[in-house]
């Protein structure tokens, strides 16, 4: 999932953290969006891996975004193959911008 660029910069956040998660998937936003983690990044995602869980995890109060904080939408024609593979979940604004900052994407 994670290699080079991407792994260097999962690596930062996994040293930011006080217990990193791997591999959980869609349950990972489901803790997310319940309480019981606080973000959740995922790298060499496909648009059908994670669109569903935007509006989950955005209903829920949180933030979703690519890894330089911008929103994942796209329905026109297109711009699916545009979307990004680096995704973050955090469940407030403020632990997504501490996050995206770890990142340094």
Known sequence: MFSGRSAEAF???CQSVRIPLY????????????????VVAEADMKPYDYMALVPI?????????????K?????????LDELPGEVIAAGD???HTQALSTLDW
């Open 57 to 69: 995890v955005e209903g829920a109060g949180g933030v979703m975004t690519d890894w330089s904080g």
């Open 23 to 38: 591999g959980c998937d869609c349950y990972a936003y489901g803790l997310l969006s319940a309480g019981h983690c606080d």
């Open 93 to 95: 604004a403020i632990s």
């Open 11 to 13: 690596g930062r956040l």
């Open 71 to 79: 929103p994942l939408m796209g329905s026109e024609e297109g711009l």
